[in-house]
């Protein structure tokens, strides 16, 4: 009898560590799977933004003024991803995640070659320019653009009802009737 007491005794302390083990493991996955739910944060990986228009004439240019304005209203695209009635002063974190240009058409270009490098800058009535992508190097016989990014939260930029996106390129011939459209797809954080 005394064998089964000890044996038993064993099974009791070895259940009861495995159920510690096991709480103690539980804990650690539920503090990491809602680290941002404790944190009253919700991500959205994917805000996607298009914009389509057209120039009627892209002049040989070096990087001096922007050339392009444009208009944006991302505040839209981002109240139509985290629900109509959010608020927009609960979005916080907004970046860009990717960004590319393609060319829908162009009256005297098949692609992109006449470009040497290519900027795109955001700027508010309250805000200065701030350079959000680049490519200084343009890969020959493309007509869409991956962009590098750059890596700044714009809560302020794209918050704003002044929005314009400028473009700023280096190029060496002209572009007559360009038709181009800019995709952004941006990442942000709700405020819960």
Known sequence: ??????????????????????????LI??????????????TINSIPFSKEFT???????????????IQLNIISAIQDEIGVDADIDFVEDVKIKNLTISMISCENKDNF???NGIKLCMK???LPEKEIAYKNEIPKGKTTIALDVMEDALDEY?????????????STED???LKIKVDINFKAKLRL
Not at 3 to 26: A, H, Q, R, V
Not at 60 to 68: A, G, R, S
């Open 55 to 69: 120039i009627d004439y892209l002049p040989v240019n070096q990087f001096e003024e922007p050339t392009v304005s």
């Open 1 to 26: 009898m005394c064998y089964y007491f000890i044996n038993d005794n064993y099974k009791y302390k070895n259940m009861k560590k495995i159920k510690i083990t096991g709480l103690f493991l539980s």
């Open 29 to 42: 996955i539920l503090f990491t799977a809602c680290e941002e739910a404790l944190e009253g944060l919700r």
């Open 175 to 177: 572009a007559k009737r």
């Open 124 to 126: 508010t009535d309250e």
């Open 113 to 115: 070659d006449f470009l």
């Open 158 to 170: 794209v918050k704003s009802d002044s929005l314009e996106l400028f473009i700023k390129y280096e």
